[in-house]
């Protein structure tokens, strides 16, 4: 289940959604939500994150239900992502992945991006948002990562948790 790929891999499946998201958003000329784990390392495929993603799937199926227009969920060296063509306005659906990055238990731990028609990434600033902060030091989350500032393992360690929350909260604790 725990594929570890090669930094060469996770380079030629970003270029592949990249160029995915553009066909996706000629076929079906609507705004796209792209819903990815923050998971770092080379292992990005593994049960958990597939898990959350597939009851992250759920929820967003759930929020949006009638206006998701089509989904695809793929696995590869990126992890597992989820493409939506949802018909709602692009600015709209990208407050609500904003929401639910700020306010759903594993929503740090999400990465929503939101592409118009046109296939421009819609930032949290131009809705008047602040930049996303880091979940283990509340900085600016891009500064961490470009500096490298936390350890793999602690980045993977806040996830487990938080994943752990959720679970404890949908499942309760026999789970």
Request: charged share 35%.
């Amino acid at each position: 289940m725990m594929k570890e790929y090669t930094a060469d891999e996770l380079l030629l499946a970003r270029e592949k959604r990249v160029s995915l998201i553009g066909k996706l958003l000629k076929r079906h000329n609507t705004p796209l939500l792209v819903m990815r784990v923050n998971y770092p390392g080379l292992k990005k495929t593994n049960e958990m994150t597939t898990q959350i993603i597939e009851d992250m799937s759920s929820l967003i199926c759930t929020l949006l239900s009638d206006k998701i227009f089509s989904k695809l969920l793929l696995q590869g060296a990126e992890g597992p992502i989820l493409y939506v063509a949802v018909k709602e306005e692009a600015y709209a659906l990208k407050r609500m992945a904003v929401d639910l990055e700020e306010k759903h238990t594993l929503g740090r731990c999400l990465d929503l991006d939101v592409y118009d028609y046109e296939g421009k990434s819609i930032g949290r600033q131009e809705l008047g948002y602040p930049r996303r902060k880091c979940y283990l030091c509340e900085d600016d989350a891009h500064f961490c990562v470009r500096a490298g500032r936390h350890s793999e393992h602690e980045v993977i360690g806040y996830i487990e948790e938080k994943y752990r929350e959720y679970r404890e909260n949908v499942y309760g604790r026999e789970h």
